[in-house]
């Protein structure tokens, strides 16, 4: 179904293709054609016209005024445009280079300046981070001690309680009422 619409499609846009054509040319062809078949010779209806027009006017006599605008007259007062008009190609061009140059070197001072600051930023962090590691290896080496110390607390107080039961002791803390 997709296929034969398309081929429909096609069909239409080629049909409108050429009726827009056959309008767009169809005068100019009939009148072509029409001339065609009378250029053997004068027709009787009409004798050959003898013009006495005068000669068309000239823009200098339409509008006097633009004769005078010319492309090398174009700034003639200004003495920047002068000035830079009168500049050989190839001092344009090495002007056009040092200006390249210039912001080239503007970038890089740019960048250089953003590279430091990061490299300052980065060595804070890697401070920061060194300062961490070692409160977190105090704290690691404090638990470590914690730990042991109550290893060894509880071994004592094992130890109590075992003296405690062997002389007469019988249960634990009581709570008071």
């Known amino acids: 179904m997709p296929r034969r619409s398309g081929t429909c499609l096609r069909c239409c846009l080629v049909v409108f293709a050429v009726v827009s054509a056959l309008c767009v ?3 100019a062809l009939y009148w072509k054609l029409k001339k065609g078949l009378k250029s053997g010779g004068y027709s009787s209806e009409c004798s050959p016209c003898i ?3 005068p000669p068309p006017l000239s823009l200098l006599k339409i509008a006097p005024g633009l004769a ?3 492309v090398t007259d174009c700034g003639g007062d200004d003495t920047d445009l002068k000035e830079e008009m009168s500049k050989q190609f190839v001092d344009l061009l090495t002007e056009e280079m040092k200006l390249h140059e210039v912001v080239s070197e503007e970038r890089a001072h740019h960048k250089n ?3 430091v600051e990061a490299r300052r930023v980065s ?3 890697q ?3 060194e300062k961490c590691n070692a409160s977190i290896e105090t704290c690691e080496h404090a ?3 914690a730990e042991a110390l109550l290893i060894k607390e509880r071994k004592v107080t094992s130890l109590w309680e075992r003296r405690a039961r ?3 002791w019988e249960g634990g803390i009581k709570a008071e009422a």
């Open 25 to 27: 040319s169809g005068p």
């Open 51 to 53: 013009c006495d027009c």
């Open 68 to 70: 005078n605008l010319s």
């Open 113 to 115: 300046i953003t590279l």
């Open 123 to 125: 060595s804070q962090y």
């Open 127 to 129: 401070k920061e981070a």
């Open 143 to 145: 638990r470590e001690l």
């Open 166 to 168: 062997e002389l007469g």
